[in-house]
């Protein structure tokens, strides 16, 4: 069964975001709707990936910040970013995050018939035009990982 050892068949336990283990995956979600934040961030979880979740670019940069400054905690693995945003948009967020030297991968994540543009206009890692199935999710973050969850 997915989310379970197949050892022992005991649930398996998400990688913490800010875990100093390298074989923990975080993901950083930066979605502006409620509902697809949290499914993205549940099927992850499920799937043994440790994540964060901010509902806009600003918020995204303070959570980042504020966990830098606390715990000296590493940047996300992978950035899974919707470009249209209220606050902060994603490239306003991608211009800052590159500006301060992180260099994660980030996926877009854009419900517009330009997706691949708006990836190569900031040099994104990939794309993903909304809807998307969840394995299509999966793979996504598979793709762009080089090691899989716990």
């Known amino acids: ?11 398996r336990s998400p990688a913490p975001f800010d875990s100093t283990d390298a074989s923990a995956n975080g993901v950083l979600i930066v979605e502006d709707d409620d509902e697809l ?6 099927v992850l979880e499920e799937s043994g990936y440790g994540v964060i979740a901010a509902q806009n670019g600003q918020d995204a940069l303070r959570l980042l910040g504020e966990r830098e400054q606390r715990d000296g905690a590493k940047e996300p693995d992978l950035i899974l970013l919707d470009m249209r945003m209220p606050v902060m948009n994603g490239w306003e967020f991608a211009r800052r995050y590159r500006e301060n030297g992180h260099h994660a991968p980030i996926v877009v994540l854009t ?3 330009h997706a691949a543009q708006f990836a190569d206009e900031i040099k994104a890692d990939g794309w993903l035009s909304k ?11 598979k793709s762009h990982l080089s090691h899989s969850p716990r």
């Open 1 to 11: 069964m997915e989310g379970e050892h197949p050892q022992d068949g005991s649930p």
């Open 37 to 42: 934040r949290a499914l993205v961030k549940l």
């Open 111 to 113: 419900a517009a018939v």
């Open 131 to 141: 809807p998307f199935s969840l394995n299509e999710l999966l793979d996504a973050v």
